[in-house]
T-cell receptor, first 114, second 110 residues
Framework: GAGVSQSPRYKVAKRGQDVALRCDPISGHVSLFWYQQALGQGPEFLTYFQNEAQLDKSGLPSDRFFAERPEGSVSTLKIQRTQQEDSAVYLC????????????FGDGTRLSIL | RKEVEQDPGPFNVPEGATVAFNCTYSNSASQSFFWYRQDCRKEPKLLMSVYSSGNEDGRFTAQLNRASQYISLLIRDSKLSDSATYLCVVNINNTDKLIFGTGTRLQVFP
């Protein structure tokens, strides 16, 4: 089925390296969301796009985090100069755009910073 | 104080039992409410929306009390396959982001 696809599934990086995480939303879904989930916690909102416009980035923890969705479809979350506290699962979700519509999540990227 | 609070559990119950989870939210502007289910090392999946009048979906019943800012989920006749983490989720009015609780872990044993 054509669900939300994220890659890579697992990523290990050394502290200080830059990483890029990719999200392919469900075709036709206008809204795209990034969440960060630490072990034993619920997902925490990072940022949100409607088409190519980034409407809310209030959850990004620092200016090392950057997200884009240049053509309103695929999105990339980039983390520069990674730190150990960036280790988490990064979840992408998409929806049709109406607030009553459910968000469909991808499998996530499990990021480990050594 | 967290915006959405849940008892983390775990709740260990035998098959066939009835179990209830509670959740409180702090923002009175919260507009939409959901329960998501998350299996170990998997993505969250929508279990059900929660409506003001309360709603039922098979063995699952969700209730909302806006005055007390309280949401509940009742699972009747628990199955082994119900073992998972249940996430209470709210959507603040005029925003699109979801606010998740930390989740309540349920373990159903034979």
């Amino acid at each position: 089925g054509a669900g939300v696809s994220q890659s890579p599934r697992y990523k290990v990086a050394k502290r200080g390296q830059d990483v890029a995480l990719r999200c392919d939303p469900i075709s036709g879904h206008v809204s795209l969301f990034w969440y960060q989930q630490a072990l034993g916690q619920g997902p925490e909102f990072l940022t949100y796009f409607q088409n190519e416009a980034q409407l809310d980035k209030s959850g990004l923890p620092s200016d090392r985090f950057f997200a884009e969705r240049p053509e309103g479809s695929v999105s990339t979350l980039k983390i520069q100069r990674t730190q150990q506290e960036d280790s988490a699962v990064y979840l992408c979700a998409s929806s049709l755009g109406d607030r009553d519509q459910p968000q469909h999540f991808g499998d996530g990227t499990r990021l480990s910073i050594l | 104080r967290k915006e959405v609070e849940q008892d983390p559990g775990p709740f260990n119950v035998p098959e066939g039992a009835t179990v209830a989870f509670n959740c409180t939210y702090s923002n009175s502007a919260s507009q939409s409410f959901f329960w998501y289910r998350q299996d170990c090392r998997k993505e969250p999946k929508l279990l059900m929306s929660v409506y003001s009048s309360g709603n039922e979906d098979g063995r699952f019943t969700a209730q909302l009390n806006r005055a007390s800012q309280y949401i509940s989920l009742l699972i009747r006749d628990s199955k082994l396959s119900d073992s998972a983490t249940y996430l209470c989720v709210v959507n603040i009015n005029n925003t699109d982001k979801l606010i998740f609780g930390t989740g309540t872990r349920l373990q159903v044993f034979p």
